[in-house]
């Protein structure tokens, strides 16, 4: 029988951290504000990584890392009169949902872009960072396409053609598509995977750019999804999701 697991690999990427500043000409307070540990480095390489094992500990460090930055751009939001950022309003871009693997597998849904926006906009406000505009969610084809030549790897093992471009099909079938952030498992959605790659710092830093001091109008946040998969014992179910996302450009 197909086993399920949890995924999630970060996209490729050299992101530069800045730290905050009050007054004077320097970066806005909508950037992150200073990290210890992982996060305090001038510079950090999202590296490309298969898999995303967590402990509790783990996820209280991180957590306390979240909230001690998030305080420290409120504080210094505050100092000057103002307030964290509130919620975008509008409607995320439309999605034309198909299907692959003779309608085992189905692509991006308009809810999965939608609930995947909303969740990522509510962690951006909780976290004094600006959130994007609805329309600024796009679904991404490309990304689809490889996200469905995973899923229509003919395995039992959901991790036979999971990765970054590089990986490989049990088939040989030779890889397709864009690279992103990746994300899934059983039970996921839109917005499961926008928090766990908010969880995963390597993520945060590629996806939701919190150290970013321009405006967030013109940049945009590409998606794609897809639910269920090819096996040669068994089909995954619907319920099976992967996910890949990118921060770029509108």
């Given at each position: 029988?197909?086993?399920?697991?949890?995924?999630?690999?970060?996209?490729?990427?050299?992101?530069?951290?800045?730290?905050?500043?009050?007054?004077?000409?320097?970066?806005?307070?909508?950037?992150?504000?200073?990290?210890?540990?992982?996060?305090?480095?001038?510079?950090?390489?999202?590296?490309?990584?298969?898999?995303?094992?967590?402990?509790?500990?783990?996820?209280?460090?991180?957590?306390?890392?979240?909230?001690?930055?998030?305080?420290?751009?409120?504080?210094?939001?505050?100092?000057?009169?103002?307030?964290?950022?509130?919620?975008?309003?509008?409607?995320?871009?439309?999605?034309?949902?198909?299907?692959?693997?003779?309608?085992?597998?189905?692509?991006?849904?308009?809810?999965?872009?939608?609930?995947?926006?909303?969740?990522?906009?509510?962690?951006?406000?909780?976290?004094?960072?600006?959130?994007?505009?609805?329309?600024?969610?796009?679904?991404?084809?490309?990304?689809?396409?490889?996200?469905?030549?995973?899923?229509?790897?003919?395995?039992?093992?959901?991790?036979?053609?999971?990765?970054?471009?590089?990986?490989?099909?049990?088939?040989?079938?030779?890889?397709?598509?864009?690279?992103?952030?990746?994300?899934?498992?059983?039970?996921?959605?839109?917005?499961?995977?926008?928090?766990?790659?908010?969880?995963?710092?390597?993520?945060?830093?590629?996806?939701?750019?919190?150290?970013?001091?321009?405006?967030?109008?013109?940049?945009?946040v590409f998606f794609a999804a897809t639910h269920g998969g090819v096996g040669v014992t068994i089909d995954e179910p619907q319920s099976f999701m992967r996910?890949?996302?990118?921060?770029?450009?509108?």
């Amino acid at each position: 029988m197909k086993r399920f697991a949890t995924l999630i690999a970060a996209s490729s990427a050299v992101l530069t951290l800045v730290l905050p500043f009050v007054g004077g000409s320097g970066p806005s307070f909508w950037q992150a504000a200073p990290h210890v540990s992982s996060l305090a480095t001038a510079a950090a390489e999202a590296t490309p990584s298969n898999d995303f094992v967590a402990t509790d500990t783990t996820i209280e460090a991180l957590e306390a890392e979240l909230d001690t930055a998030a305080a420290a751009r409120r504080a210094a939001i505050e100092l000057v009169g103002g307030n964290c950022p509130s919620p975008a309003s509008g409607e995320t871009a439309s999605v034309e949902t198909r299907t692959a693997g003779d309608g085992v597998i189905t692509g991006t849904t308009l809810d999965d872009l939608a609930d995947f926006a909303a969740e990522y906009n509510e962690i951006r406000i909780a976290n004094c960072l600006l959130p994007l505009p609805a329309a600024n969610f796009r679904h991404d084809e490309c990304m689809l396409d490889r996200l469905v030549w995973m899923a229509e790897d003919p395995s039992d093992d959901p991790l036979s053609a999971w990765g970054h471009i590089g990986s490989e099909r049990s088939d040989g079938v030779p890889s397709i598509g864009c690279d992103g952030n990746l994300a899934g498992g059983t039970g996921d959605s839109g917005a499961s995977v926008a928090t766990k790659w908010w969880e995963s710092p390597k993520h945060q830093l590629s996806l939701y750019q919190p150290d970013y001091a321009g405006a967030v109008a013109g940049m945009c946040v590409f998606f794609a999804a897809t639910h269920g998969g090819v096996g040669v014992t068994i089909d995954e179910p619907q319920s099976f999701m992967r996910a890949a996302a990118r921060w770029g450009s509108c």
